[in-house]
Structures are given as C-alpha cells and as structure tokens.
C-alpha cells in the first residue's frame, strides 16, 4: 500500500504564488507516474498535472499550462505543485495521486492511490 499526504493549500489573493506538497510513504517504489487534480463542488475532478516519479517528462491540463509547474524529490519521497499567477477560478480542493501504471492519464479512475485533499483559495 501507499500513503499520500497534502500540505500547502491556504488563501492567497489573485496572483499570488503557493507551493503545494505531497509526501508518499509505504511501497513507493511501486509507484510510476504521479498527479495532481483539484475539484470544485458539483463539478467533476480535473486534470492539473502529471510527473514520472523517477522524474523527466511532466504534463499539464491546458487550463494551468505555463504557470503551475510539478515536480518530484525522490530523496523525500515527495512531489511538488508550484503554483503561480494564481486566478480565483483556481479556487478548489487540490488532491495528488499516484498510479503503478507505466502510462501517465488525466482520468482520476486511472490512479490507484489519493491523498485526502487540501483547499486552495484564490481571492480576487
């Protein structure tokens, strides 16, 4: 099993910069790709951005492309969000996931383990 923990969300004001964090714990080493998504109330989870955990290739959602940037620390087994130029559309509770699939995806479905959240709010 893996575990996932958020740290970092909070209130920041439109363009505003907050790095979120995600610390993985347990059979890490099974891990290939991992992920961030966020969602609002009502609305499906979206797609935010994708790394490999070894590192190398990333993948955003075209919504964020260009200002938010993911990243991985395998020493301490976390990965990263960085977010900048943060808008109020923004605003949602941001969950990081992980898969043992060889194949980054957009679909929440894909990835077997999540986090437990952490809300971002983005004030105009």
């Known amino acids: 099993q893996v575990q996932l923990v958020e740290s970092g969300g909070g209130l920041v004001q439109a363009g505003d910069s907050l790095r979120l964090s995600c610390a993985a714990s347990g059979r890490t080493f099974s891990l290939y790709n991992m992920a961030w998504f966020r969602q609002v109330p009502g609305k499906e989870r979206e797609f935010v951005a994708a790394?490999?955990?070894?590192?190398?290739?990333?993948f955003y959602g075209d919504s964020v492309k260009g200002r938010f940037t993911i990243s991985t620390d395998n020493a301490k087994n976390t990965f990263y969000l960085q977010m900048t130029s943060l808008k109020p559309e923004d605003t949602a509770v941001y969950y990081c996931a992980a898969t043992t699939a060889r194949s980054w995806s957009k679909f929440p479905n894909e990835y077997h383990y999540w986090g437990q959240g952490t809300q971002v709010t983005v004030s105009s």
């Open positions: 790394v490999r955990w070894s590192g190398g290739n990333t």
